[in-house]
């Protein structure tokens, strides 16, 4: 799997982004995929996650309410609303076969994209 995310940018707090994460090899749907990000000086943190076919979707409490994670086709977006400064950071996505979406903070996914940079302005 090949993750390519895109969407980032630079965005007003109360205003909104989506980003997309596309993969263009065959086996995307066999993947449980997430969303994490990196602010300046701070670790990694998760996002949010969806399964292989959608049905299950877990969020970090951050960001619960504001972000949609979803997914179709080869991509997975996470749409993201009521943006706060405390949001800026460097977005990746991340694939496991094996990981649940519940299970994705807590471990290293097999895969990663590169990330994509947000920032909200106050």
């Known amino acids: 799997v090949q993750l390519q995310a895109s969407g980032g940018g630079l965005e007003q707090a109360g205003g909104s982004l989506r980003l997309s994460c596309a993969d263009s090899?065959?086996?995307?749907?066999?993947?449980?995929m997430g969303w994490f990000r990196q602010a300046p000086g701070k670790e990694r943190e998760f996002v949010a996650a969806?399964?292989?076919?959608?049905?299950t979707t877990y969020y970090a409490d951050s960001v619960k309410g504001r972000f949609t994670i979803s997914r179709a086709k080869n991509t997975v977006y996470l749409q993201m609303n009521s943006l706060k400064p405390e949001d800026t950071a460097v977005y990746y996505c991340?694939?496991?076969?094996?990981?649940?979406?519940?299970?994705?903070?807590?471990?290293?996914?097999?895969?990663w994209g590169q990330g994509t940079l947000v920032t909200v302005s106050s």
């Open positions: 969806i399964s292989r076919v959608g049905a």
């Open positions: 090899g065959p086996t995307f749907d066999t993947y449980n």
């Open positions: 991340a694939a496991d076969r094996t990981l649940s979406p519940i299970s994705f903070p807590d471990a290293d996914a097999a895969y």
